[in-house]
């Protein structure tokens, strides 16, 4: 259905900022949401923010301040900028988009913040 595409990712020191992208291609059905979400290692994978096709926006309280998703459609890309890094936000961060057919997965990129 839709094929997502993450980069961006890398190691940062706490307090630095990376900003994530997605880019959203063979789009063959009518995107309700996009989100981002993250799995750090032995844990399981949860939920950072979504945005919809209207333009509402829900973050996880962890990141409430520091992370921001935006998107630009020409582009087909969303963005997840991320700032005030911390240590425990070190995980594989995942693109997701979501339709009416169900849920499309990218790759995963890796962020590791040191401390």
């Known amino acids: 259905q839709v094929q997502l595409v993450e980069s961006g990712g890398g190691l940062v020191q706490a307090g630095g900022s990376l900003r994530l992208s997605c880019a959203v291609s063979?789009?063959?059905?009518?995107?309700?949401?996009m989100g981002w979400y993250r799995q750090a290692p032995g844990k399981q994978r949860e939920f950072v923010v979504t945005?919809?096709?209207?333009?509402?926006?829900n973050y996880a309280d962890s990141v409430k301040g520091r992370f921001t998703i935006s998107r630009d459609n020409a582009k087909n890309t969303v963005y997840l900028q991320m700032n005030s890094l911390k240590p425990e936000d070190t995980a594989v961060y995942y693109c997701?988009?979501?339709?009416?057919?169900?849920?499309?997965w990218g790759q995963g990129t890796q962020v590791t913040v040191s401390s």
């Open positions: 997701k988009s979501s339709s009416y057919f169900g849920d499309s």
């Open positions: 945005i919809t096709s209207r333009g509402n926006i």
């Open positions: 063979r789009i063959s059905v009518s995107i309700n949401a």
